[in-house]
């Protein structure tokens, strides 16, 4: 059996149990901390155990899972150290790519800039935080789109999965949203007045700006981190539950 992603690409079986099972990780449907069951998830998503387990193995290699001798499998915590790591590779490639793009970009560029900010604002106003992220994503995704540099976009989204937590942690403060959408219209702007040197400054500021954010969401958050003691708690339905919006 087979599935395709947006994409067109063919996916298998055990492809689409990765990305599902990445994903809910990833836009915290699953709670940091929360222990799985291979035989669980493969009844819920109503598939044999071998694609979960060949899953898990893929996760865990990106940091997103840990394997606990004789506790069980657990939904990596938020690792403040990877955050920075993952953080630091997002901010060589991009202030690289955004320089090319100030010397490659047409007006196309700076129309979907501008339409996906709207789009933004629009999440925004529903409350809608995934999609503001994704959205916020989409902008970014914008530069390297424009510069042809796809395997370096793919590297950013395979290699971003505990900074992508934290960032849909902070978008559910209100004062930081606010601050996001003004930041993309400053890059905006200073596209057009073709300013590089600001440019550069602006992007590295909007790219750290989680530094001053990370120890609020330490204090408000402290179960979610690595550095908080693991608590047991395993669910049978981890699949069906939506852990972001029980924080609100």
């Not at 155990?49 to 898990?56: C, E, G, K, M, T």
């Not at 505990?162 to 702007?189: C, G, N, P, T, W």
């Amino acid at each position: 059996m087979y599935y395709r992603d947006n994409e067109k690409n063919v996916m298998t079986i055990g492809d689409n149990v990765y990305h599902y099972l990445r994903n809910s990780i990833i836009e915290l449907n699953i709670k940091p901390g929360e222990i799985i069951s291979i035989k669980d998830i493969s009844a819920q998503m109503n598939v044999s155990r071998s694609p979960v387990r060949d899953a898990i193995i893929k996760l865990e290699k990106e940091g997103l899972i840990t394997t606990m001798p004789q506790r069980g499998t657990m939904i990596s915590k938020i690792d403040l150290g990877r955050v920075k790591e993952e953080r630091y590779i997002r901010e060589c490639l991009e202030e690289k790519t955004i320089v090319l793009f100030m010397e490659r970009h047409t007006p196309s560029d700076i129309d979907r800039l501008k339409a996906v900010v709207a789009e933004q604002k629009q999440s925004i106003e529903e409350g809608d935080y995934r999609k503001s992220l994704q959205q916020d994503e989409a902008f970014h995704k914008v530069f390297f789109d424009a510069t042809n540099k796809k395997l370096c976009w793919e590297t950013l989204q395979n290699t971003s999965g505990h900074y992508r937590r934290i960032r849909l942690l902070s978008l559910s403060d209100q004062i930081i949203l606010d601050s996001v959408i003004k930041q993309h219209e400053e890059l905006i702007a200073c596209i057009a007045e073709k300013d590089s040197e600001r440019l550069v400054q602006l992007i590295r500021r909007h790219l750290t700006k989680l530094n001053t954010e990370e120890l609020d969401l330490l204090n408000k958050y402290p179960d979610l981190f690595e550095s908080y003691p693991a608590q047991v708690q395993e669910s049978d339905d981890v699949l069906q539950k939506d852990f972001f919006k029980m924080l609100k």
